[in-house]
């Protein structure tokens, strides 16, 4: 299964243990439909599909067997789901998305600006 990572499981960040040794394949961005949050705290990110407005959303493309894949999910944080995203070069890959009415009603922050996760991170830092 392809998979569009754009958070935490990334390379560098804290959480890209959880892909284990799946195949990078490089990296990937999304289609220019999307928006991306920071979610409780900057805890980890929020992405959603808006019909206009959006950005591509930088991030990375793995290959993940059925046992890797059921290994990321089980360290998924709370309400994220599972769809199959567009990517910038026409293609389609799984990721997880995050509910845009949770992002509204908590007033999660949008840092589409940054582009990606990472370097949100690397600019609060």
Not at 12 to 23: F, I, M, R
Not at 61 to 66: D, F, G, S
Not at 68 to 94: F, K, R
Request: hydrophobic letters at 40%; a negative charge.
């Amino acid at each position: 299964m392809r998979f569009f990572i754009c958070g935490s499981a990334l390379t560098g960040q804290p959480d890209n243990k959880n892909l284990g040794d799946a195949k990078l394949l490089g990296p990937a961005r999304t289609a220019a439909k999307y928006r991306l949050h920071a979610v409780k705290n900057g805890w980890h990110p929020g992405i959603y599909e808006v019909p206009s407005g959006g950005i591509s959303i930088l991030g990375e493309l793995y290959e993940l067997t059925p046992e890797q894949h059921a290994t990321l999910m089980a360290g998924e944080p709370p309400d994220m789901y599972q769809v199959t995203i567009e990517l910038e070069d026409g293609s389609n890959a799984e990721a997880m998305l995050f509910p845009r009415e949770l992002i509204e009603q908590h007033g999660y922050p949008d840092i589409s600006r940054f582009g990606g996760w990472a370097a949100f991170k690397a600019s609060a830092g």
